[in-house]
């Protein structure tokens, strides 16, 4: 499809565990979001990407958390000896540029055990 | 206090009657986003208001940005059970391509 693609849609691992988070954008998107959503803590932001400038990590929680984007397309959330506030829905969404609206993935909801 | 706050948290209405969801900021908006979201799914994207006073519409649903760009509101006519689910709010108060902030939600039931 030409949306947001985002794999797995599920993940479950133990505590402790390094997990690969996926993000394939809309073919043409110049920007690509991470976002957590959590429960009662709404959305919060994670890591942004546009184009070849540095990404905006400023909103990543510690440094178990990391993400690239290679050949400005594909990114991929990498997270860390993870830890139980981990579980969470990771959603990913690209936009076309400045002002645009901002399409998401379906997410992965990852728990860890 | 938050950056962005959305209400009512939760709404209950009864199939065929009007609704309105709020969502204020406490910095000026660049742009306002709305989005609904059913459980186990993405974000789909609903409108989008960037000039004050900015009035938009799509099938039943209508939102407005105010003239101070501080506020929105989303206006659902006539409510149907395929309206139920969760409607976020997400504000760009930097300007440009910068990452949202959005509200915590509305959790909207349609009861027939």
């Known amino acids: 499809g030409a949306g947001v693609s985002q794999s797995p849609s599920n993940k479950v691992t133990e505590k402790g565990k390094d997990v690969e988070l996926r993000c394939d954008p809309i073919?043409?998107?110049?920007?690509l979001y991470w976002y957590r959503q959590s429960l009662g803590q709404g959305l919060e932001f994670l890591i942004y990407?546009?184009?070849?400038?540095?990404?905006?990590k400023s909103g990543l929680p510690s440094d178990r958390f990391s993400a690239e984007r290679t050949g400005g397309s594909v990114s991929t959330l990498t997270i860390q000896r993870t830890q139980q506030e981990d579980s969470a829905v990771y959603l990913c969404a690209s936009s076309l540029g400045s002002y645009q609206p901002q399409h998401f993935g379906d997410g992965t909801r990852l728990s860890i055990l | 206090s938050q950056e962005l706050e959305q209400s009512p948290q939760s709404l209950i209405v009864q199939e065929g009657k009007n609704l309105t969801i709020n969502c204020t900021s406490s910095k000026t908006l660049y742009g306002l986003y709305w989005y609904k979201q059913k459980y186990g799914e993405g974000l789909i994207f609903l409108m989008m208001?960037?000039?004050?006073?900015e009035e938009k519409s799509h099938e039943k649903i209508t939102a407005k940005l105010d003239e101070k760009k501080q506020q929105s509101s989303l206006h659902i006519t006539a409510s149907q059970p395929s309206h139920a689910g969760i409607y976020l709010c997400g504000a760009d108060t930097v300007g440009g391509n910068t990452p949202l902030v959005f509200g915590k939600g509305t959790r909207l039931s349609v009861i027939a």
């Open positions: 208001l960037q000039k004050g006073g």
């Open positions: 073919s043409g998107h110049t920007a």
């Open positions: 990407f546009q184009g070849n400038s540095a990404p905006d």
